[in-house]
T-cell receptor, first 112, second 112 residues
Framework: DGGITQSPKYLFRKEGQNVTLSCEQNLNHDAMYWYRQDPGQGLRLIYY???????QKGDIAEGYSVSREKKESFPLTVTSAQKNPTAFYLCASQTGLGDTQYFGPGTRLTVL | QKEVEQNSGPLSVPEGAIASLNCTYSDRVSQSFFWYRQYSGKSPELIMS????GDKEDGRFTAQLNKASQYVSLLIRDSQPSDSATYLCAVRYGGSQGNLIFGKGTKLSVKP
């Protein structure tokens, strides 16, 4: 099946710990995105990458880091510097032609 | 400030009625507009995209775009309880390679 996978589905973190969220796609899409969604809020862009080995900060990049070593993979690390990391994290991808974004199933992160 | 505004709802309609969801945006140069449906606890899924003024129909869904009024809407005919979800409007700013800006969503409830 073609699509976007995210793991884990649920993640619990203690304060002060870094955690890495996985995002993989087999759609051969060039661009990948990370969003954060809080209750009653729209999606806010954290980081995006339009090509391998290159990525840009979105609107709320502080406390997060990413890498794009392979076209298929775009992991997101939530660092201890992120003050309020509890949220629903969504990965998306789209073709290089600037068309539609498709979303993975999401990871729900809870800080204990 | 690039903004996408939606009425948060909840919008309640009886089964079989037409549901009308509205979205306004702030940037006149926007070219691409998207409607996503998001069930509770799930990730957004694309319903429709629209790029030109006028109506675009897909089954029970019709998207309407009026660039002069900076307004995009989604009509759902013959609403079903399974249509109960939050509907997100997204607008692409900055041309074909621009990022999406999401509204906060409108929660729709279809009563049997």
């Amino acid at each position: 099946d073609g699509g976007i996978t995210q793991s884990p589905k649920y993640l619990f973190r203690k304060e002060g710990q870094n955690v890495t969220l996985s995002c993989e796609q087999n759609l051969n899409h060039d661009a990948m995105y990370w969003y954060r969604q809080d209750p009653g809020q729209g999606l806010r862009l954290i980081y995006y990458s339009q090509i391998v080995n290159d990525f840009q900060k979105g609107d709320i990049a502080e406390g997060y880091s990413v890498s794009r070593e392979k076209k298929e993979s775009f992991p997101l690390t939530v660092t201890s510097a992120q003050k309020n990391p509890t949220a629903f994290y969504l990965c998306a991808s789209q073709t290089g032609l600037g068309d539609t974004q498709y979303f993975g199933p999401g990871t729900r992160l809870t800080v204990l | 400030q690039k903004e996408v505004e939606q009425n948060s709802g909840p919008l309640s309609v009886p089964e079989g009625a037409i549901a009308s969801l509205n979205c306004t945006y702030s940037d006149r140069v926007s070219q691409s507009f998207f409607w996503y449906r998001q069930y509770s606890g799930k990730s957004p899924e694309l319903i429709m995209s629209i790029y030109s003024n006028g109506d675009k129909e897909d089954g029970r869904f019709t998207a309407q775009l009026n660039k002069a009024s900076q307004y995009v809407s989604l009509l759902i005919r013959d609403s079903q309880p399974s249509d109960s979800a939050t509907y997100l409007c997204a607008v692409r700013y900055g041309g074909s390679q621009g990022n999406l800006i999401f509204g906060k969503g409108t929660k729709l409830s279809v009563k049997p």
